[in-house]
Structures are given as structure tokens and as C-alpha cells.
């Protein structure tokens, strides 16, 4: 069923591989022209035209964007008991591991009466996407939130498209798990407009003020997307999100059941999604085929999984050793990474580029989706060869504190001198100077460099 690469005996270089290698075609360039008139439209006329594109494209109208409390905590009231159990598990195992995240200020002497402190500081408000497209993704709000409140954001506001189903609400699943996390704000806004009103801020139907955020996180479709791309400095932003994908580095001792079922779990995202088996066994490769026939069938979303699994975003890589198929993972650089070999441990400590690394025959994606504790807000794209997925860190600015004293300031006071004169720039080197003018003793080292 994948198409397939053959790449054995032969490694070809960085270039040609990323040249090679499967991957999602999303062009966000390409739509640019159609989001910017929805961002400069929200930033002069605020929520109506925001309301004015939701009504558009979302065939929905909420009568305000800020949903009330009361719904919230309806939505969790009427939350079938099972999914709220997986829910309040799945916010517990996020926050033991997003807990060790927290930094530590740290202090260093760099000389006697002379410190510098890097301090942590979260941002001050945060808007937390959770996409309500193809599917609902109440556990991307458990991804979004635990790390924000983890890092101390004071200010938060989840932010999911009408549904209107549910009377131009967020899927009542969203809202739930935003009263499970103590989220009190909750705004009904999908797509660029959504990105764009987090932005500039507004002021809501019945008179409610929406405040701008800081930093948006979170995933979504690629105008979204744009709109990020477009208002990054304005605000802060996680990443440019695009298709999901899954990689698995696999030999001949891999069950093609398991491999087969784990491809399919995040075909089933999108048509666009990115479903990759590297490996050693055409043996396996072939094993996995057959399964993919037997198994997609059987599927809900069959129609759209065939179509990620045939796209030319996902394919089989075959390698001679898993020494060539590491090469290869860590050039494609996948969302979500599975090793499915003999010594899977020691082979994913050799991993260099992916979003999350899942280790093993029971280290599904789908537990990290869920239930790992891990985050899934990660880089796609190959973005993991630089970037990384969402954690507390993305919430916390680190703050340099510099604390001299006079004495600290004066034995260095030559040397600053001397760069300010060599960047040409000597009115750094005067305002050292001026500190010291009359003062017994400093003259001379100031004077060393003219």
C-alpha cells in the first residue's frame, strides 16, 4: 500500500534526503493573501468582524465570543463518567511530568560584588488553541493548560471554534476539560480570526472586554497557521504547526500489527497526515502492507486514512542497517518518532531529531497522545531539527539581573572602555567613566584606553 524508497546500500547526503524523504506539501505562503484581509479586518473592527468570518466560513454565528461560566460547568456536569476519568488521568500524569519542568532562578559570582541572576518569569497572558475541525481535541486543552499554569501564567483563555450543533458553543468535550483544568475563560473562535482577536484584543457583544494576549499556542489548519506567521512579534507563538506525522524506525523483529495499527492511528488526523516505516526487513515492509489492506477497512475513517496513506507525504524507507535508517529519522525528523527494534532503549538514545521519541513495542503515539504524560503539541515538519514541543518553557522569559558594585565595576572598567572604542561607539565607554569622574584611583585604569 506505502510507496516505497529504497535507499539500500547507499546513504545518500542531508540534501538529498530531506530532497527524498515523504513529506506534507502545505504552503502557507500560498495562503497568505486570503488571511490577511481577516487579520487587518479584526484589528480595525474588532469582534464583529471576527463574528463576520466565523459566520462565513463556520456557518455559525455565536451571539458572543466569551462563553459563559455556567456553560462550562454544564458541559462538565453532563460529561459522560468514563471520559471524564481518562481526563482527570490525563491531567495528573501531564502535570507530574510538566512539574519537573519548572526552573530554578540561578545566581553566579562572576567576581567579588559582582552577580548576575537569571530570573524565570512567566508571561503574563497566554490564548490556548484547541482545533475543532475534523475531530475534537479536548486533550489538546490538557496540553496547552498544564504546562501554562505549571509555569505560573496568570491569565489564560482556551479558545475553540462554534460548533453549530451546539448553538454556536466549543464542542461541550472542549468545555469540559477546560472546567476540569479551572479554566474559567473560554472563547468561541476558530481559524485566522481567532489568532487575530487573541492578538489586538476587542471588547465582546454584550460589553465584555477580550484583553490581548502574549503568546498563542497550540495547533490548527494552515490559516491558522498564517495567521500566526503573520502576527509572530506582535505575539509570541509555539510553532507553525502542520500535518501530523509519524515515523517508525523498525527490523525484522517488529509485530507488522502493531506497526500497521500505530501508522494508521495518525492517518486517521487528516488526509494530509504523514504516515512513515523506516526499515531494514523488506520482509517487515511487506508484512505491513498487508496489514494496512486488512486493517483500514476496518477503520471508522477509512476513506481518509486511505488517502494519507497513499499521499506522497507517507511512504516506506528501506535501509540496509538501522545504523542508515537512524540517518534517515534524524535527517526527516518526524513529529512523532517509534523505535521498534532489538535494543530500542540504546537506538533512541542515539536520536537527534524528533518531536517526542516513542521506545518499544508498548510506547504507542497514542499513549502519548493521551495518557503518557508526555506533551503532544511538537514540531512538525522536520521543525524538530531546531525546535521543540511544547513545554513550560514556552511560557517562561528568562530575565538577566545584573547586581555590580562600585568596586566590581571599577576593576573592569578599562576593559569596557576598550571594546566601547573599538565598536566606535564612545559613549558606552563614558557612561563607565562618568561613575568614576573625580573618584581617587580610576582614572588611570579608565584612561588605559583613552
Known amino acids: 500500500m506505502l510507496n516505497r524508497i529504497d535507499l539500500r546500500g547507499r546513504v545518500p547526503s542531508p540534501a538529498e534526503l530531506r530532497a527524498a524523504l515523504p513529506r506534507a506539501e502545505v504552503d502557507v505562503d500560498a495562503v497568505l493573501h486570503h488571511v490577511r484581509p481577516i487579520v487587518d479586518a479584526v484589528r480595525e473592527r474588532g469582534v464583529e468582524a471576527a463574528l463576520d468570518v466565523t459566520e462565513r466560513f463556520d456557518k455559525v454565528r455565536p451571539e458572543r465570543v466569551r462563553v459563559p461560566v455556567a456553560e462550562l460547568d454544564r458541559a462538565l456536569a453532563e460529561l459522560d463518567p468514563a471520559v471524564r476519568e481518562a481526563l482527570e488521568e490525563s491531567i495528573a500524569r501531564a502535570r507530574k511530568v510538566h512539574a519537573d519542568q519548572r526552573r530554578t532562578d540561578t545566581t553566579t559570582q562572576v567576581v567579588p560584588g559582582g552577580t548576575v541572576t537569571e530570573r524565570w518569569v512567566p508571561v503574563a497572558r497566554v490564548g490556548l488553541y484547541a482545533p475543532g475541525g475534523l475531530a475534537v481535541y479536548p486533550s489538546t486543552v490538557v496540553m496547552n493548560v498544564v504546562p501554562a499554569q505549571t509555569a505560573g501564567v496568570e491569565s489564560l483563555v482556551v479558545v475553540s471554534p462554534p460548533q453549530a450543533e451546539f448553538g454556536g458553543l466549543p464542542h461541550p468535550t472542549i468545555l469540559a476539560a477546560a472546567a476540569l483544568l479551572g479554566v474559567t475563560e473560554v472563547w468561541a473562535l476558530g481559524g485566522a480570526q481567532a489568532v487575530a482577536l487573541l492578538a489586538y484584543g476587542g471588547v465582546d457583544t454584550d460589553g465584555g472586554e477580550l484583553a490581548p494576549v502574549d503568546v498563542v499556542t497550540g495547533p490548527g489548519n494552515i490559516y491558522l497557521t498564517a495567521a500566526k506567521r503573520l502576527l509572530r512579534g506582535l505575539i509570541g507563538i509555539d510553532s507553525e504547526a502542520g500535518p501530523t506525522e509519524i515515523a517508525i524506525l523498525a527490523d525484522e523483529t517488529a509485530d507488522p500489527v502493531h506497526v500497521a495499527a500505530d501508522l494508521i492511528s495518525q492517518a486517521e488526523h487528516d488526509p494530509l497526515a504523514a504516515s512513515v516505516l523506516v526499515t531494514t526487513s523488506e520482509a517487515l515492509a511487506d508484512a505491513v502492507d498487508a496489514e494496512l489492506e486488512r486493517q483500514v477497512g476496518a477503520t471508522?475513517?477509512?476513506?481518509?486514512?486511505?488517502?494519507?496513506?497513499?499521499?506522497?507525504?507517507?511512504?516506506?524507507?528501506?535501509?540496509?542497517?538501522?545504523?542508515?535508517?537512524?540517518?534517515?529519522?534524524?535527517?526527516?525528523?518526524?513529529?512523532?518518532?517509534?523505535?521498534?527494534?532489538?535494543?530500542?532503549?540504546?537506538?533512541?538514545?542515539?536520536?537527534?531529531?524528533?518531536?517526542?521519541?516513542?521506545?518499544?513495542?508498548?510506547?504507542?503515539?497514542?499513549?502519548?497522545?493521551?495518557?503518557?504524560?508526555?506533551?503532544?503539541?511538537?514540531?512538525?515538519?522536520?521543525?524538530?531539527?531546531?525546535?521543540?514541543?511544547?513545554?513550560?518553557?514556552?511560557?517562561?522569559?528568562?530575565?538577566?539581573?545584573v547586581d555590580y558594585s562600585e568596586d566590581a565595576l571599577r576593576e573592569v572598567a578599562d576593559k569596557v572602555v576598550a571594546l566601547a572604542n573599538a565598536e566606535d561607539l564612545p559613549a558606552h565607554g563614558q557612561a563607565v567613566r562618568a561613575r568614576f569622574s573625580g573618584a581617587a584611583g580610576v582614572a588611570g585604569a579608565a584612561g588605559v584606553a583613552g
Open 300 to 401: 471508522k475513517h477509512s476513506e481518509r486514512i486511505r488517502t494519507a496513506l497513499l499521499g506522497r507525504q507517507s511512504g516506506t524507507v528501506l535501509v540496509s542497517t538501522v545504523d542508515d535508517g537512524l540517518t534517515v529519522v534524524n535527517t526527516y525528523a518526524a513529529e512523532h518518532l517509534e523505535i521498534q527494534t532489538v535494543g530500542a532503549r540504546e537506538v533512541a538514545a542515539r536520536v537527534r531529531a524528533a518531536g517526542a521519541v516513542f521506545v518499544g513495542a508498548h510506547s504507542p503515539v497514542s499513549l502519548g497522545d493521551y495518557c503518557a504524560g508526555s506533551n503532544h503539541v511538537l514540531p512538525t515538519a522536520g521543525c524538530a531539527r531546531h525546535s521543540s514541543g511544547l513545554s513550560v518553557q514556552t511560557f517562561l522569559r528568562g530575565i538577566h539581573v
